[in-house]
């Protein structure tokens, strides 16, 4: 195939009128849409090439063209203020909603689960969202039978749409043939793919358009809004009579459908609500919902210089973060895009080493777009809609006693004397599932646990009670094999140790 003059000028180019305002570092624009176009050469089809030169690339020149315009601005810290009250509705002053009108809203729903991540933190190939997580049933399985219960219970066809990404998608097909005989109709669609970006020159990493996967990347769950849009489905669900999508990650297992929050969103015409919550010691880090010049706006903690991370960090002024539930009016959703009022998002960059080279992600959150929305509001929901598993020290919780599981939903035991979750920290020996599994036998009651820290080469046995704090360190070298029915509170156990007599 013949390589592309990327000396020739560019003002013919079809991409250069499909994205806004130029940036004043043209030399570096215009390159960087050069190398786009060379790769965009290498496609296999011209029905490929076609996608990727009319769809991708404006994209993807959109937020590289406004990261070379923004890069060096930074939030005016003094503008910022903690949200007024009005702007913040609390979750246990929403009026409940009767049966009848939970039904007439519930046709008007969508259900949008963020699918794109994979299982390799905790040691697993594939969607995360085919981990295991409660009584032989993922991520997935739970989010089917929900909905499954739901349409069952009011007799209307609320559809799961599922956003992955070029990691799960192909994968996520494959999976979902499952649930053909489940009458859950199932809409699955691919979220953006962009090249990752060399921090020192600022061009893309990749030179093939399907070379190594590793040199892409999907641009964050801020990308839904754009690829719902590109993908059709938007329209689709339009056409379909929904007026209301449910946005949460696909790993956050307190996020069901609430019609308490969408009879607010209903009645009051609010276009956008994030969810938020309280903020504990575990979630400082969090994005955080503000005031800044008059308007609802998402802070995250990138955005933050570095003098204030720690004022960020402060849940005295900044008491509540975003769980990422996101409700969306859906006629409001294109009408914003359809004016390109989100291309305006605020940008994340990720800064990364990947293949060793120091390159940079530009990422945007959904949360971002809460500003663009008339009538934006949060509410402050309970803890317990916020149940993420990232990590096997979640899943040990979600597969404690803690909880049970009741037509598809996690709900915490009434036994247990708190209502937050205890803070649980196992160690690298339990990070993939398979060690996790393999080195407990059976999960401890922890329905008296505040904390539990377990580091080293450590096993439980079956039948085991946690209290209060529990610390279990194995030293270098060491082992600890915690037998049956063994019941620690308040108790630091450590060295190299078979516990049969504690």
Sequence with gaps: MMKPDLNSPLPQSPQLQSFGSRSSDLATEDLFLKKLEAISQTAPNETVKNEFLNKEIPSINKLFTRFLKNRKKVIDWDKINPPPADMVLNYKDLPAITEQRTSELASKLAVL??????????????????????????????????????NERYNIKVPLVLMNSFNTHQETGKIIQKYKYSDVKIHSFNQSRFPRILK??????????????????????????????????????????????FISNVD???????????????????????????????????????????????????????????????IKKFKIFNTNNIWVNLKAMDRILKQNLLDDMDIIINPKVADGKNIIQLEIAAGAAIEFFNNARGVNVPRSRFLPVKSTSDLFIVQSNLYSLEKGVLVMNKNRP??????????????????????????????????????????????????????????????????????????VVSGNLHCGAL
């Design 252 to 314: 956050n297992l307190g996020a069901v459908v609430d019609f308490n929050i969408l009879e607010a969103m209903d009645k009051n015409k609010v276009e956008y609500i994030m969810e938020v919550t309280n903020k504990t010691r575990a979630d400082v880090k969090g994005g955080t919902l503000i005031q800044y010049e008059g308007k609802a706006k998402l802070l995250e903690i990138a955005q933050v210089p570095s003098s204030k991370v720690e004022e960020f960090k402060s």
């Design 418 to 491: 708190f209502t937050t979750v205890p803070l649980v920290k196992l160690g690298d020996n339990f990070k993939k599932v398979s060690d996790y599994q393999a080195r407990i036998k059976g999960i401890p009651d922890i329905l008296e646990l505040d904390q539990l820290t377990v580091s080293g080469d450590i096993t439980f046995g079956q039948n085991m009670v946690l209290k209060g704090t529990v610390i279990i360190v194995a030293n270098h070298g060491s082992r600890i094999d915690i037998p049956e029915g063994s019941e620690f509170e308040n108790k």
């Design 200 to 245: 020192d020159n600022l061009m893309p990493v990749p030179d093939k358009l399907f070379g190594s996967d590793s040199e892409w990347y999907p641009p964050g769950h801020g990308d839904v809004f754009f690829a719902l849009q590109n993908s059709g489905l938007l329209e689709t669900l339009i056409n379909e009579g929904k007026e209301y999508l």
């Design 113 to 150: 689960k963020l699918n794109g991540g994979l299982g390799t933190t905790m040691g697993c190939t594939g969607p995360k969202s085919v981990i295991e997580v409660r009584s032989e049933k993922t991520f997935l399985d739970l989010s089917v039978q929900q909905i499954k219960e739901m």
